[in-house]
């Protein structure tokens, strides 16, 4: 690129801040926050800058790597290309599709390449063993979308800039800026919403960042907010406050939800939650009486053992309230590529519960099995046992459960391909490493965070650098693969019209797709005359795309749903490259009932999931409390997952990876600040030092994931340095919410005590 300032979005997070980047003599000389971008108006946060970290690190892989006996050995492209296709097939044709797993990590939904080339991708493995990192997140949220709404990705978004009161329940949006809410600048968010009278409110088991910003704040017992739920609805019943406004009119099963919360008086629920009954009485009224109130949850409500209930509480409390779909409330957005609608047209609303995996029986959702059931399917002999295994853009060894358990099973399996650009713990197993460009080489469109965006947003952001002619986007080594992977399967050719369909589709590419995306979605500009001419490529493509890829709906090139009628129009790719700080298209607009997907279009207010489920939660209310530590995650907001250690910029200063604990647990277990503490539980043991604060709830202590870079044989130096311990390996890959299968990675029980090593040198 040339000399001056380039626009561009940051794709590290969920919060999409335009970024003004300066580059001279080829080299980025400076990142700073764009002023001009109407969503982000200027803010970043530190990890902004090391986009430029990134690319330039000399520890980030350009070139294939195949693993020799003598070590790493750099091939071309075709050959490895060639060579992991031919390995693949070879697994498949000899012990059966499914002996081939595959895990889709975090950064492929900040990747629109990656995302078009996922599903053409997948059908070509042709295995039920899809894994991903969903599993781990925000699946609680998914299955509430689509048994109350009708559509996994109808997700609600807390209209935080209309709001005047936000009750925050395990989520620190201060350090992740935000999740299931692309929102820059929270805190500037903040300060407005306190500017105009409003309040925040957080409930959370340790004092967070969030938490110091709040009106209020609550600790909360890990895994106990589905019982403080319930009583809030309970509370909302017994005080005749249930008040669902224009929901009322499209929603069912409300009496099921009357019976369903009667146990659950505040009373019932002080002592397993830790929150008294008046504060419990007084979050419910608050959220019934402020108008423009939400209530919102994330990880810490997601991740843990009653996830699927916590999530689907947190819905249920905004719809008693009126808050759903109202103005301050949780709304749905209308991006200008329309995943929801392109899905349902494509027969693709979601699924649940389909099949079930092989050793333990954990339900599908979604076409993906449980990330926790990784490791067994991989090490439990018999039929259909995990023999391949692919990952692309994650690293489950440290962000799966059971680390070391998915060490183990990685390690023994008959071939392993990894799409990422770093040398770590997980792709440390591979046979092959296919390494992509920087994401600064690369076009960006946000498909899936204009989805869970605070407005209405769009921007695309033209690569910064030129790729050098020996280097494969995420999106190319996807397609390049799967197309040899089908012709393998056909006995090595395709016949002219789909030869040319995967030729289309390489040469179309994602960007040619979002074209036609954004032209047939609701602000589209149709291509109009140039149909005629267009079509036969349009079909060539659609002929090699899976079955139900939501792609395939954009053979009408004209706008696809006619409920789109009185937005504005005029948006194409070329429209976005004309506004390279982005376009606001508004604040987040009512649009119920018509959004809905349920076959009745009524929101379900009490879908029998949830219900089986209430035993469990009935029988919570009688365990005993205490008794054992409980481990909980943390985020940093210089850290993300787990592979941006390798920027000096962000690990230096104070180590993160501590153990917080509460003074008095410390004591109990003779820690001292500047102790090593060893954490273990069956999964494993790790060694990390205390930081023994007042912040966190007696009984709870708790360590960031995404640490632990310690393994041998990985290449990321500063990281290496920076290594911390990795959580995965304390906690148990054999803990799911029953509900839903998402991993507990909040709450499980651990033991604490000082590390021998540490003891002795101390005495
Ligand atoms: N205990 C605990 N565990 C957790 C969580 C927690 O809160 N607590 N959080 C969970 C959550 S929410 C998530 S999303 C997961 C994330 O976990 P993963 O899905 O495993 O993702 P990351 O840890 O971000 O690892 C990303 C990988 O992608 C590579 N990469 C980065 N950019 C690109 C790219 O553009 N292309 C390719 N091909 N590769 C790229 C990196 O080198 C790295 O290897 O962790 C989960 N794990
Ligand atoms: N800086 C930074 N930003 C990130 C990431 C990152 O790693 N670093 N990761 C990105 C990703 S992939 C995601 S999914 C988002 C996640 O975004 P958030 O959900 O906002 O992430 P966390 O900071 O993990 O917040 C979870 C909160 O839940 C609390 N918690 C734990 N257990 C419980 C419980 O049982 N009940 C309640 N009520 N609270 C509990 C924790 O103390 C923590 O404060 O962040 C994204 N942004
Ligand atoms: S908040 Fe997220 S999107 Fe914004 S600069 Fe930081 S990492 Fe990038
Ligand atoms: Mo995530």
Known sequence: MENGIHYRTCHLCEAMCGVAIEMRDGHIASVRGDRDDPFSHGHICPKAVALKDIHNDPDRLTRPLQRTAEGWKELDWDCALDLVARRLHQVRTEHGRNAVGVYLGNPNVHNHGALVANLPFLRALGTQNRFSATSNDQLPHMLANLEMFGHQLLFPIPDIDHTELLICIGANPLASNGSLMSVPDLKGRLKALKARGGELVVIDPRR?????????????????????LMAMVNVLFAENRVDLGAAQHWTRDLELVRLACLPYTPEAVAQQTGIEPVIIRDLAHRLATTQRAVLYGRIGTSTQSF???????????????????????????????????????????????????????????????????MAEEMLTPGNGRIRAFVTIAGNPVLSSPGGQRLDEGLAQLDFMVSIDYYLNETTRHADIILPPTSALERSHYDVIFNMLSVRNVAKYSEPLFQPDDNARHDWQIMLELAHRLERLKRGGSLGLR????????????????????????????????????????????EAVL??????????????????????????????????????????????????????????HLAPRRYLEDLPRLYQRLSEPVGGHLQLIGRRHLRSNNSWMHNSQRLVKGPERCTLMIHPRDASLAGLANGDQAEVTSEAGRIVLPVEITEDIMPGVVSVPHGWGHTRAGTTQRVAQAHAGASINDVIRDNQVDPVSGTSVLNGQAVTVTRHANEQRRRA
Do not use: C
């Open 546 to 603: 899976p079955e139900r890829h939501p792609l395939k709906h954009l053979t009408g090139l004209s706008p696809l749903d006619r409920r789109w009628q009185d937005l504005p129009k005029g948006l194409s790719l070329a429209a976005l490259r004309d506004q390279p700080h982005g376009l606001d298209l508004g604040p987040l607009r009512p649009s119920l009932p018509d959004r809905l997907y349920t076959r009745d279009r009524q929101v």
């Open 498 to 541: 789909r030869e040319l369909g995967w030729r289309a589709l390489k040469r179309i590419g994602p960007d040619g797709l979002l074209d036609l995306a954004l032209r047939t979605g609701p602000y589209g500009q149709p291509v109009g005359r140039l149909q005629p001419l267009l079509q036969p490529a349009v079909d060539l493509i």
């Open 307 to 373: 996830g699927g209930l916590a999530t689907w509480l947190i819905y249920l409390l905004n719809i008693l309230t009126g808050k759903l779909d109202a103005t301050g409330g949780l709304m749905f957005t209308q991006p200008a590529v329309d995943l929801v609608t392109l899905g349902a047209l494509s027969g693709q609303r979601g699924h649940v519960g389909r099949r079930t995996s092989r050793v333990r029986g954990l339900p599908e959702f979604g076409g993906e099995y449980p990330a926790s059931t």
């Open 208 to 228: 967070t960042e969030t938490a110091r910003q709040a009106d209020a704040f609550h600790f909360i017992r890990p895994g106990s907010d589905a019982l403080l």
